[in-house]
């Protein structure tokens, strides 16, 4: 009788732990706190479906397809989601990948999780105040950080400099 206990425990065990790595491999915002937080229908009313499907979804826009790969001006790019500042446009780099590509955010500006989809372990990066999926983190971007934030340029907004600004 006890040895069955002990064995029932045992598979009870085995399956939180699944139950666990499961929970931990799904999206930040399922577990993490954020500044802003919305329902599912709001965030619907809010954004383009196109902004939803990356933001709130996790989805990834084709590459090249940004208006904003071409954005050479001034000033700062934010959060689509929440317009929480994001990345100075000092950082922005031609990274030849068809996404728009920074070598630092913002202070506070992102949070990042583990991402293992697709077979492949990857640094997702999302908004530190609304958990908005921005894209993802590499270590093979320039220098001084080294760092390639390869960004949805769907999920952000810019805000060019005031033109007095030099
Ligand atoms: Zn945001």
Not at 17 to 36: D, G, N
Not at 82 to 110: M, R
């Amino acid at each position: 009788m006890i040895e069955r206990r002990v064995l029932l425990a045992a598979v009870a065990s085995l399956f939180g732990l699944a139950a666990f790595r499961w929970l931990r491999a799904s999206p930040a915002r399922a577990t993490e706190k954020f500044e802003v937080e919305k329902t599912d229908a709001e965030w619907r009313a809010q954004l383009t479906s196109q902004q939803y499907e990356i933001l709130r979804n996790q989805g990834t826009e084709r590459p090249w397809s940004s208006p904003l790969l071409n954005e050479h001006r001034k000033g700062v790019f934010a959060c689509a989601g929440c317009d929480h500042p994001l990345f100075a446009s000092e950082t922005k780099f031609e990274s030849g990948t068809g996404w728009p590509s920074f070598y630092q955010p913002l202070e506070n500006a992102v949070g990042t999780t583990e991402d293992s989809t697709f077979g492949m372990v990857r640094t997702e990066v999302h908004c530190h105040r609304c958990g908005g999926h921005l894209g993802h983190v590499f270590d093979d971007g320039p220098k001084p950080t080294g760092l390639r934030y390869c960004m949805d340029g769907f999920a952000l907004v810019f805000h060019p400099a005031p033109p007095s600004a030099s």
